[in-house]
């Protein structure tokens, strides 16, 4: 399994990025996945999860309304779209995947916003 993140770098409050979680080694379809996100000092935490079934979603209160997950099967990749980003939102963003008691995640990928 390896997933790797790309698309965070520097925005300003109030703007936006899209980060994407190119993913290889499974099979993308059959798994839900999700996004989390670590600030300085602070534990990870829970941004999004896109599930395999039905395609329901799940948000985090802090991000709902403003940002936006999704997979794309046939790219087998998983995307974040953040609009409304706030100097809250500084952190490294990482890609994971749940199997069984296994998670699998990514490098990470930085995303600072600043005023």
Partial sequence: VQLVESGGGLAEVGGSLTLACSASGFVFANYG???????PGKEREL???ATNV??????ATSVKGRFTISKDNT???LYLDMTSLKSEDTAVYYCNVQMGTTAYWGPGTQVTVSA
């Fill in 54 to 59: 039905g395609n329901s979603v799940y948000y």
């Fill in 75 to 77: 790219n087998k990749t």
């Fill in 47 to 49: 941004v999004a999860t």
């Fill in 33 to 39: 996945m999700s996004w989390f996100r670590q600030a």
